[in-house]
């Protein structure tokens, strides 16, 4: 039977998460559990594996894959009677968030794989050292910012929640006077439920970042979890928009700190052509990511 998503689930998502090591950023308890602000999060052990599905009125599906040691076509099977139950549109049932060493798996037994936008991998230390022309302008934003500002950076604290608030408002209505595709609008106002979600199981989550002060006040922060031993994510960079270099300092000071960490997911771009140039400007590998029908 179906159970809805609780923080009290945390230690069993995380053992069946543990099973394999991942690169896409979907999974990690933190990561799945703040859509709750936007849907019904439902799951239940099949055959020994871990199924998540996402409920909201236009349907369910599933975010990740199965979670197991080793997953079988009936468990899949199964999946897709539970989608099927509820979407009176068949088409809507899928499998977000698979991963490419699961493909031929999909393939094999007779589903359809399609590539959706990937995530986007960086090398910590080229994040950190920005060297050579193709980070030039990357330092410059940096430099300009430390020379003409005078800043204070600290750990991200809920005491910082209402500001961070603040900000991400004042931030969002630039970006919508800016850009009017309709996606990425509802994309930041989504993202706006999903961080006020985040700060209210801020203490239960994995969440760590910081918060960039000019004049007493927060003009940025940014926030992230681990997804691995040696992978970081960064799932929110806000910035105030009016000042130059803040967006690129506060990413570059957040990656210095995570000395810990080789490799700093930088999430997907949603299919959003601004969002994808602003990832690629930082020279990322591309972790492929598919959707199974």
Known sequence: MLKELSIEDKQIFEKFINLKRHQLSSYQFSNIFIWGSLYKILWQI???????????????????APLAKEISSDIIKSCFQIMDRYNKNKSISRIENVESSEVNFYRSIGYNVEEKYPDYLCLRKELVELKGNRFKAKRANINYFMKNYHFSCRNFSLKYKGSCLELYRFWMQERLRRYKDRVYQSMLEDNFKVLKFLFN?????????WVVEIDSKVKAFSLGYPLNKDTFCILYEIADLKIKGL???????????????????????????????????YHPEKISNYIVK
């Open 201 to 209: 199981f801020y203490n239960d989550l994995d969440f760590t970042g």
């Open 247 to 281: 967006a690129q300092f506060i990413f570059w000071y957040f990656c210095q700190q995570l000395s810990s960490y080789k490799y700093i997911n930088i999430m997907d771009d949603s299919g959003l052509e601004n969002l994808r140039r602003t990832k690629l400007s």
């Open 46 to 64: 099949i055959d020994g594996s871990l199924c998540v599905f996402f409920k909201d009125d236009s349907g369910c599906f599933m975010y990740i």
